[in-house]
């Protein structure tokens, strides 16, 4: 598999490359020319950093990313609802089934399985989770 570069990825790299070629300008004798100079290279300098910290940014997002949803995998999170606190309703999704988990601050708690039809309204869907429950 030949890995691809995205756009963002290769504009930040682009980005960089011109960072690291950007003209060093001789020192003249006019004073003013002396300062211009001095706040060409600072903000070149601001930049060059600026760009380095996009780029690791965007590789540490996109290697540690939590909710990163990609085809191949089976576990999918769809959706994650704080409540309150510690607390929040979590959606997912199973080789296809969904289901609704209870997460707290050292549990979690499957509350629900979803059918995979949304035919169903929300009380016949309950009524269904509290049946499964009692059984």
Same mark, same amino acid.
């Given at each position: 598999? *030949?890995? +691809? ?18 003209? +060093? +300008? ?7 020319? +002396?300062? *211009? ?11 060059? #950093? ?23 995998? =089976?576990?999918? !999170?769809?959706?994650?609802? /704080? ?10 999704? #199973?080789?296809? =089934?969904?289901?609704? %988990?209870? !997460?707290?601050? @050292?549990?979690?708690?499957? %509350?629900?399985?979803? /059918?995979?039809?949304? @035919? ?11 049946? @499964?429950?009692?059984?």
């Amino acid at each position: 598999m *030949t890995p +691809v570069i995205s756009s963002k990825y290769f504009i930040s790299l682009a980005c960089l490359f011109c960072l690291c070629l950007a003209p +060093v +300008v001789s020192l003249a004798a006019s004073p003013q020319l +002396v300062e *211009t100079q001095s706040y060409f290279k600072f903000i070149w300098g601001l930049l060059f #950093v600026l760009g380095i910290i996009l780029i690791l940014f965007s590789l540490l997002r996109k290697r540690f990313s939590l909710l990163a949803n990609t085809s191949e995998k =089976n576990i999918k !999170i769809l959706e994650i609802k /704080p409540l309150m606190g510690r607390k929040a309703l979590c959606l997912i999704t #199973v080789k296809g =089934n969904e289901y609704l %988990l209870g !997460i707290s601050g @050292d549990r979690i708690n499957h %509350l629900a399985t979803l /059918p995979n039809k949304s @035919d169903l309204s929300f009380a016949a869907t309950l009524k269904s989770s509290e049946a @499964d429950r009692q059984t």
